[in-house]
């Protein structure tokens, strides 16, 4: 999206991170639980005038707001680590763009700790 590129770069820089750290509590034994939540636009004071004065009519944008949690509190029910509210679930569902790609990071740690195998402290 040409509109808003410090947005995602933040956001795919968040969503590597939060990857990163499930890995590293996952490894270690520790109990924590990191969820991840990747939300449609929403109907917010985000997307109006006073804070994007190039919209018109802005305030409309996405899914109403009590929809937003009411899938959000469904989703975080189901215990997974990840998943998506409204136009993005698809992504999440195998075959999926997001399901694909968390498969080519699992392949691509452990590619990672066999390299480096003879390497780390256990």
């Given at each position: 999206?040409s509109?808003?590129?410090?947005?995602?770069?933040?956001?795919?820089?968040?969503?590597?991170?939060?990857?990163?750290?499930r890995?590293?509590?996952?490894?270690?034994?520790c109990?924590?639980?990191?969820?991840?939540?990747?939300?449609?636009?929403?109907?917010?004071?985000?997307?109006?005038?006073?804070?994007?004065?190039?919209?018109?009519?802005?305030?409309?944008?996405?899914?109403?707001?009590?929809?937003?949690?009411?899938?959000?509190?469904?989703?975080?029910?189901?215990?997974?680590?990840?998943?998506?509210?409204?136009?993005?679930?698809?992504?999440?569902?195998?075959?999926?763009?997001e399901?694909?790609?968390?498969?080519?990071?699992?392949?691509?740690?452990?590619?990672?700790?066999?390299?480096?195998?003879?390497?780390?402290r256990?």
């Open positions: 999206m509109r808003t590129p410090n947005y995602n770069a933040s956001k795919a820089a968040l969503h590597a991170f939060a990857m990163d750290i890995y590293q509590l996952r490894d270690s034994g109990p924590l639980h990191i969820v991840e939540v990747f939300p449609p636009a929403v109907q917010t004071e985000l997307h109006d005038e006073r804070h994007q004065p190039d919209l018109v009519h802005g305030k409309e944008i996405g899914m109403p707001f009590t929809e937003f949690i009411e899938q959000m509190y469904d989703g975080l029910a189901k215990g997974g680590d990840q998943f998506a509210v409204g136009l993005g679930e698809d992504l999440f569902k195998e075959g999926g763009w399901f694909q790609r968390g498969q080519m990071c699992d392949e691509a740690r452990e590619l990672l700790n066999y390299a480096l195998v003879d390497y780390l256990t």
